[in-house]
């Protein structure tokens, strides 16, 4: 009855911490995966809603219908924007697997991910879940919610507007995700091409062997053996990466405010 009582008396101030935060959750990664029922996220959803309101200073209801749309609308592409600044990293980890399945002769062989809801290559869903455990073990979730609780501090209550330095940003960050993926398949593709070179050159000196069908298996297992041996490497630079990435959300908060 507590609980019910506050709603009726903070219906605006939470109807507002609401849309915001149902766009949001709805556009980030983990929370908002396709594998993740509607209810299950509205529940969460309400949730942190309900324990946000508190925190937030009291917004007033807005003026009209018309008001309110408009403003519930830029809540909805708030949440899309930083959805996408997140998920642009996931997107190149699974871009950076795919050109590695490639090139390893590994293209055909898909499998369905849940997170995205497409088929993506095994190497590729490989990839995406070590980047999603990584991104748990340092508790991007939890960071997820802060960003959301920040977002309350940094841009007004329905004040949101898409603007054009927005949108350059937002570019700015798509770019970001092939430069990540080329990076990530680099030592891969790298020494593909090296093995390449020597079969051609076995195939030229011995052409008795049937180098398709050796070629097949050597590629895939100097592919797998250069991934296990760049793991390391693969998670300081996640960790590295997810650094930069809420930096930049942060900015963009920042820039929405002054837009």
């Given at each position: 009855?507590?609980?019910?009582?506050?709603?009726?008396?903070?219906?605006?101030?939470?109807?507002?911490?609401?849309?915001?935060?149902?766009?949001?959750?709805?556009?980030?990664?983990?929370?908002?995966?396709?594998?993740?029922?509607?209810?299950?996220?509205?529940?969460?959803?309400?949730?942190?809603?309900?324990?946000?309101?508190?925190?937030?200073?009291?917004?007033?209801?807005?003026?009209?219908?018309?008001?309110?749309?408009?403003?519930?609308?830029?809540?909805?592409?708030?949440?899309?924007?930083?959805?996408?600044?997140?998920?642009?990293?996931?997107?190149?980890?699974?871009?950076?697997?795919?050109?590695?399945?490639?090139?390893?002769?590994?293209?055909?062989?898909?499998?369905?991910?849940?997170?995205?809801?497409?088929?993506?290559?095994?190497?590729?869903?490989?990839?995406?879940?070590?980047?999603?455990?990584?991104?748990?073990?340092?508790?991007?979730?939890?960071?997820?919610?802060?960003?959301?609780?920040?977002?309350?501090?940094?841009i007004p209550s329905y004040g949101f507007r898409l603007n054009g330095a927005l949108m350059e940003?937002?570019?700015?960050?798509?770019?970001?995700?092939?430069?990540?993926?080329?990076?990530?398949?680099?030592?891969?593709?790298?020494?593909?091409?090296?093995?390449?070179?020597?079969?051609?050159?076995?195939?030229?000196?011995?052409?008795?062997?049937?180098?398709?069908?050796?070629?097949?298996?050597?590629?895939?297992?100097?592919?797998?053996?250069?991934?296990?041996?760049?793991?390391?490497?693969?998670?300081?630079?996640?960790?590295?990466?997810?650094?930069?990435?809420?930096?930049?959300?942060?900015?963009?908060?920042?820039?929405?405010?002054?837009?």
């Amino acid at each position: 009855m507590e609980i019910i009582q506050f709603l009726l008396n903070n219906s605006s101030t939470f109807l507002f911490v609401f849309v915001r935060t149902t766009a949001i959750i709805l556009a980030a990664p983990i929370f908002g995966a396709f594998n993740v029922p509607m209810h299950i996220k509205m529940g969460l959803s309400f949730l942190v809603a309900l324990v946000l309101t508190p925190l937030i200073p009291s917004v007033p209801m807005p003026v009209s219908a018309i008001a309110l749309i408009l403003g519930v609308a830029g809540e909805i592409l708030l949440g899309v924007a930083m959805g996408l600044l997140v998920r642009f990293i996931f997107t190149g980890v699974e871009f950076a697997g795919q050109i590695a399945s490639f090139q390893m002769g590994l293209g055909m062989a898909n499998v369905y991910d849940p997170i995205h809801g497409a088929q993506v290559t095994v190497i590729g869903r490989l990839m995406s879940l070590l980047t999603l455990l990584l991104f748990l073990s340092v508790n991007g979730h939890l960071m997820v919610i802060m960003a959301l609780k920040k977002s309350f501090e940094s841009i007004p209550s329905y004040g949101f507007r898409l603007n054009g330095a927005l949108m350059e940003q937002i570019v700015l960050y798509s770019k970001e995700m092939f430069v990540l993926a080329v990076k990530l398949s680099a030592p891969v593709v790298a020494i593909l091409i090296f093995v390449n070179i020597a079969l051609g050159v076995i195939a030229r000196t011995v052409p008795q062997l049937n180098m398709f069908v050796i070629g097949f298996g050597i590629t895939i297992a100097a592919g797998l053996i250069m991934i296990m041996i760049s793991m390391p490497l693969f998670e300081s630079s996640m960790l590295r990466i997810f650094d930069v990435m809420w930096e930049g959300i942060f900015v963009f908060m920042r820039q929405a405010n002054h837009g």
